[in-house]
């Protein structure tokens, strides 16, 4: 068994991942390496020989990736700020562009003991879950419409507790239900969301058209439908002083706000920007 240069492997991934239409070739391309290698990615230049099985497994990865399959299906995982979710089949992927949000939450509990926060929408529970790493005194509160999402979320809070964070409490339920999380009305330190918002019929790459949950992608009314809800549950739900931060499409700017804004126990409204400079999420506190 004649060992091989596991750089030609990454060229030769690269280029089919490239030809493929894949986003970042190269990204993916040393990501499947390292996950087969069960090294991190900045490891690899460490390793300049692989035996023909790893040749093999790299390539059976690369094959299923050029597909468009997402990447995270293929290694598992998808990580949010300091933590890692289980991913898969029926669950949305947790994006890169949700950690700033993430930031402005952590910055804004900072200080307070025993926080409240509530994640509306929770899909495989990323957001929670990474604020009960971060502020293992918080009381972390979550909710999903969708039993598959729920069973990843499940799945990922049991492994979180596990490693010693502190649990989580997952709900199922409907953020347009007014009376969802009635007992904490008044109560809450943060609302977390990053609902489904794309205007349906948006043009979108094959990885978020054929594997993401339509219903975590998508909402009604121009893509505005769920958000709406969370911001009237939001409002209801937070206390004097607690914040509220809320992701949406990036078309929606301008509406967000002044969505958040015609609520008027909300205040210090403001639209952020994600990592690409495009309008990303918009925060607000509770008068
Ligand atoms: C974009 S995903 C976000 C998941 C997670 N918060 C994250 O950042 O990775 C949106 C989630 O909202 C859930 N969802 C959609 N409509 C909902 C509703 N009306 N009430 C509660 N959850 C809903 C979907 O099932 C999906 O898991």
């Known amino acids: 068994m004649k060992r091989q240069p596991l750089r030609l492997a990454i060229l030769e991934a690269i280029r089919i991942l490239e ?7 190269r990204t ?8 087969v290698l069960g090294v991190e ?9 692989v035996d023909p099985p790893v040749i093999d ?19 598992g995982w998808a990580a949010l700020g300091p933590i890692t979710v289980e991913v898969g089949p029926g669950v949305f992927i947790p994006r890169p562009e949700t950690e700033l949000l993430l930031e402005w939450g952590l910055a804004l509990l900072r200080g307070r003991t025993n926080p409240i926060v509530v994640d ?25 419409s969708d039993p598959h999402a ?14 010693g964070d502190t649990p989580i409490r997952l709900y199922s339920g409907d953020v347009g239900d007014d009376t969802i999380f009635a007992e904490l009305d008044g109560l809450v330190d943060l609302v977390l969301c990053n609902p489904p918002y794309v205007p349906p019929g948006g043009e979108l790459p094959p990885e978020v058209l054929d594997y993401d949950p339509p219903q975590a992608v998508f909402a009604a ?22 914040g509220l ?21 909300l205040t210090a409204v403001e639209d952020h920007p994600d990592l690409t400079g495009r309008p990303r999420f918009v925060t607000a506190r509770r008068l």
């Open 19 to 25: 030809a493929a239409g894949v986003e970042s070739p």
């Open 28 to 35: 993916d391309a040393e990501l499947i390496a390292a996950h």
């Open 41 to 49: 990615r900045g490891r690899l230049p460490l390793v300049p020989l």
């Open 57 to 75: 497994a790299i390539g059976k990865l690369v094959t299923e990736r050029a597909k468009r399959v997402p990447l995270q299906y293929l290694t």
């Open 120 to 144: 509306l929408c929770t899909g495989s529970g990323a957001l929670a879950l990474a604020v009960a790493h971060a502020m293992p005194d918080a009381v972390v509160y979550a909710v999903d």
């Open 150 to 163: 729920l069973a990843w979320a499940r799945h990922n809070a049991d492994v979180r507790a596990e490693a």
């Open 221 to 242: 009314d121009g893509g505005l439908a769920v958000i709406r809800q969370a911001v009237a549950t939001a409002a209801r739900l937070l206390k004097p002083g607690g």
């Open 245 to 265: 931060a809320i992701e949406h499409d990036d078309t929606h700017g301008s509406v967000v706000p002044a969505l958040v804004t015609a609520r008027k126990v």
